[in-house]
T-cell receptor, first 113, second 112 residues
Framework: DQQVKQNSPSLSVQEGRISILNCDYTNSMFDYFLWYKKYPAEGPTFLISISSIKDKNEDGRFTVFLNKSAKHLSLHIVPSQPGDSAVYFC????????????FGSGTQLTVLP | EPEVTQTPSHQVTQMGQEVILRCVPISNHLYFYWYRQILGQKVEFLVSFYNNEISEKSEIFDDQFSVERPDGSNFTLKIRSTKLEDSAMYFCASEGFKETQYFGPGTRLLVL
């Protein structure tokens, strides 16, 4: 099942720079997208989400961009901080509440001091 | 800030034994979920639960699995006869009105 793909297993960025994490999807029925951050031995922590009616959503240092025609979304973190080092998952769902999330495989972000 | 809690954090069991994983969702949330992550693999959806019944379930969620909300706070996942391949991290999640699922810290299940 490759409906949600994160093609970069890892990314290293210098502190203070921008981190860009990418995610592609194949199911055109997906209409809600989320980014989660996960530390080892912890559960996913919600970061930011975007509905398919928007193309951008911003929350502090985090911005998510959605390109529906390309079936692509990205998470921008500016400026990156060492505490941002974690695995980042994108997830997608179809149609509202009580719907399953389909997760990508994750990208390990390392922010170097 | 309210959070989802799960117990136990770790569980070791023998193949064929029953296990119950417990979750306390965020108060006032209406939708509840179980996911699992086998080591090295993606987080996978198991089941969603709303209004005291299953809303959706995956192919993984076969007859050996069941969920229950026995009181106003707990949400449980029961595996009746565990198999080696059930070894995974099991995550509970809950959702309120904003279509965002909040996850608990997980239970690491090891089946020997």
């Amino acid at each position: 099942d490759q409906q949600v793909k994160q093609n970069s297993p890892s990314l290293s960025v210098q502190e203070g720079r921008i981190s860009i994490l990418n995610c592609d999807y194949t199911n055109s029925m997906f209409d809600y997208f989320l980014w989660y951050k996960k530390y080892p031995a912890e559960g996913p922590t919600f970061l930011i989400s975007i509905s398919s009616i928007k193309d951008k959503n911003e929350d502090g240092r985090f911005t998510v961009f959605l390109n529906k025609s390309a079936k692509h979304l990205s998470l921008h973190i500016v400026p990156s901080q060492p505490g941002d080092s974690a695995v980042y998952f994108c997830a997608a769902s179809v149609g509202g509440s009580a719907r399953q999330l389909t997760f990508g495989s994750g990208t390990q972000l390392t922010v170097l001091p | 800030e309210p959070e989802v809690t799960q117990t136990p954090s770790h569980q070791v069991t023998q193949m064929g034994q029953e296990v119950i994983l417990r979750c306390v969702p965020i108060s006032n949330h209406l939708y509840f979920y179980w996911y699992r992550q086998i080591l090295g693999q993606k987080v996978e959806f198991l089941v969603s639960f709303y209004n005291n019944e299953i809303s959706e379930k995956s192919e993984i969620f076969d007859d050996q699995f069941s969920v229950e909300r026995p009181d106003g706070s707990n949400f449980t996942l029961k595996i009746r006869s565990t198999k080696l391949e059930d070894s995974a991290m099991y995550f509970c999640a809950s959702e309120g009105f904003k279509e965002t699922q909040y996850f608990g810290p997980g239970t690491r299940l090891l089946v020997l």
